[in-house]
């Protein structure tokens, strides 16, 4: 097999055809680009997939220039979205930024073969370099996006900055001199507006390499932490397997080819399957031997109904007054406080076993108290001493 092959062996589109072939045939190392806005702080299982391309190829000798996108993430990507997406702040987007790098190299090799840039290096951009930059693409082209199509035709409202973002983006090409881009399918746009916008400004045109996309765990929309259906590589090993055993049986397949790149153990049936999936999946992230410890957890858990028998302790904040529950799992847990409070009032919090809707309680109901956070999440709360 060629190293074009191996490339390319698990890709939906190689664009243009033949391509690759021309630039592996330099003999020198490509610069393979992928960018990743940090809209939220958590990578998920479904950014592994073009992660794991971007492996190979620095595993083939090529330099991985991973791009995070904090100015791109002002504008939000417009990619399947029927709305236009909420703006974040500038410190949300500098916080999640700072956590990328860290998740990254789990898949990634942290060598010389891998570069990371900011696009703010070169977006921060006088506007005469923006006029120039925006001379190119035309409304018609952008229009030409399926969900900025489908938006238009309905009538519903596409913001002239939502249709920034493809040239942004392929700008990011630009900047960075890319050989080669990827991204999943849905990207496919954005990638090919790199390559056109290399051409206007002189360089040779990148080769656009689409990975698939995997549905999340309702089995319904594509994985996304906007839809609450993803695994985040950064979840405890007892949460990635318990959220892995949601998946539906249908979704076994995919998830095996695309996530581990082997069929579905020949054998099994799916509630075993999923087990051996989730094992596998929580050792590769937290180390060999977790994945079972984590399937035994799920057993007394979920099968057995008890309580977890390794609980750590929580000594909360000293305060005057009642305790405001949603600070402490918020602090316990890490997430935000409103994040918290939508958990309690929607019944995800117990103490002791039995549901608590207060945002209020007193600190000597808390002390000595088993805290649980949806079905996965336990801590025992302590009284900070005298």
């Known amino acids: 097999m060629s190293q074009a092959e191996f490339l390319t062996r698990n890709a939906v589109d190689c664009l243009p055809r033949g391509e690759l072939e021309r630039r592996l045939a330099l003999e020198r190392p490509l610069r393979v680009k992928l960018g990743v806005d940090p809209t939220s702080a958590d990578l998920h299982l479904g950014h592994t997939v073009v992660f794991s391309k971007l492996r190979e190829f620095q595993d083939a000798g090529h330099v991985a220039v991973l791009i995070v996108g904090d100015y791109t993430a002002r504008v939000g990507d417009p990619s399947g979205r029927s709305a236009t997406r909420p703006v974040l702040s500038g410190d949300e987007i500098d916080a999640h930024s700072r956590t990328y790098l860290e998740q990254a190299t789990k898949v ?12 703010s290096e070169w977006l921060d951009m006088p506007m005469e370099d923006l006029f120039r930059l925006v001379r190119h693409p035309t409304v018609a082209r952008l229009l030409e996006r399926d969900d900025f199509a489908k938006r238009y035709a309905g009538g519903q409202p596409i913001s002239l900055l939502e249709l920034l973002y493809p040239v942004l983006q392929g700008y990011d090409s630009v900047a960075v001199r890319a050989d080669v881009e990827l991204g999943g399918t849905d990207q496919t746009f954005n990638l090919l507006m790199g390559r056109d916008l290399q051409t206007a400004y002189g360089q040779p045109s990148q080769v656009v390499l689409t990975t698939p996309l995997i549905n999340g765990v309702d089995g319904a929309r594509k994985m996304s932490k906007s839809y609450d259906n993803h695994v985040a590589i950064t979840d405890a090993p007892e949460e990635m397997f318990g959220r892995t055993m949601r998946i539906p049986d249908v979704l076994l397949r995919e998830w095996y080819d695309v996530l581990l790149g082997s069929p579905v153990p020949a054998g099994l049936g799916p509630r075993d399957a999923k087990r051996a999936l989730a094992r596998a999946l929580v050792d590769r992230f937290h180390g060999p031997g977790t994945g079972e410890r ?3 957890h799920f057993e007394r858990v979920f099968v057995a109904h008890e309580a977890p028998d390794d609980v750590a302790d929580f000594v909360f904040a000293p305060t005057v007054g009642p305790v405001h529950l949603p600070a402490v799992i918020a602090e316990a847990f890490g997430g935000s406080r409103s ?7 929607q019944g995800g919090v117990r103490l002791d076993g039995e549901p608590v809707s207060a945002l209020d309680v007193d600190a000597e109901q808390l002390d000595g108290a088993m805290l649980q956070v ?4 336990f801590v025992r709360l302590r009284r900070p001493p005298a």
């Open 108 to 119: 990634l090799r942290d060598d010389h073969t891998l570069e990371v840039r900011r696009n």
């Open 294 to 296: 984590a399937e035994a």
């Open 374 to 377: 949806g079905k996965r999440r």
């Open 339 to 345: 994040d918290a409070r939508r958990t309690v009032t």
